[in-house]
T-cell receptor, first 119, second 112 residues
């Protein structure tokens, strides 16, 4: 079974440009999450999409946006790039619903990430 | 602002020893607790989760939860060099409105 796939692996942009990152979830998973992992800051929650809708977002400015497509794949767009946007962007997926051990959307399966460098 | 605190380490233990990783959280409404392992250059991988006070064992791993003290820990028995990684603690409020918050992680090094 294929895991969560992300593309591109590396992305180099300059300040002010836009970046688009892509994610395909595990087959059967309807929820997609985006996280930013910057040096020294740990994993910061960006966005959660489920069934094509944005369900929740973290403490990031509106220039971080995204969408989820009917096939549950997702895009993260970062506009007006700033130097501090340089980080590893991780996508994760999970099934959605409540199982016997709680909400399944708590158990995330991560992709390998896109390393974004802003020069 | 909900916070999850971990000692950044590095925590260094000899092979065969018990590694003890600790995590505290600020939000008393937190209901579910997770440990992810992240090897260098790789993505995080879920290894344990716990919902109730007490201990939960899975192979060499034991998760311990004390909600009164807002404290969760991970014990790794018979540590192996392959356990060398960063361990991330994550905490969530119960419910469908996802709010999983991660700590910055503790780097564990197991020396042969």
């Amino acid at each position: 079974e294929a895991g969560v796939t992300q593309s591109p692996t590396h992305l180099i942009k300059t300040r002010g440009q836009q970046a688009t990152l892509r994610c395909s979830p595990i087959s059967g998973h309807t929820s997609v999450y985006w996280y930013q992992q910057a040096l020294g800051l740990g994993l910061q929650f960006l966005l959660w999409y489920d069934e094509g809708e944005e369900r929740n977002r973290g403490n990031f400015p509106p220039r971080f946006s995204g969408r989820q497509f009917p096939n549950y794949s997702s895009e993260l767009n970062v506009n007006a790039l700033e130097l501090e946007d340089s980080a590893l962007y991780l996508c994760a997926s999970s099934p959605t619903g409540q199982g016997p051990l709680g909400w399944t959307n708590e158990k995330l399966f991560f992709g390998s990430g896109t390393q974004l460098s802003v020069l | 602002q909900k916070e999850v605190e971990q000692n950044s380490g590095p925590l260094s233990v000899p092979e065969g020893a018990i590694a003890s990783l600790n995590c505290t959280y600020s939000d008393r409404g937190s209901q579910s607790f997770f440990w992810y392992r992240q090897y260098s250059g790789k993505s995080p991988e879920l290894i344990m989760f716990i919902y109730s006070n007490g201990d939960k064992e899975d192979g060499r791993f034991t998760a311990q939860l004390n909600k009164a003290s807002q404290y969760v820990s991970l014990l790794i028995r018979d540590s192996q060099p392959s356990d060398s990684a960063t361990y991330l603690c994550a905490v969530n409020e119960w419910g469908s409105n996802y709010k999983l918050t991660f700590g910055k992680g503790t780097l564990l090094t197991v020396n042969p």
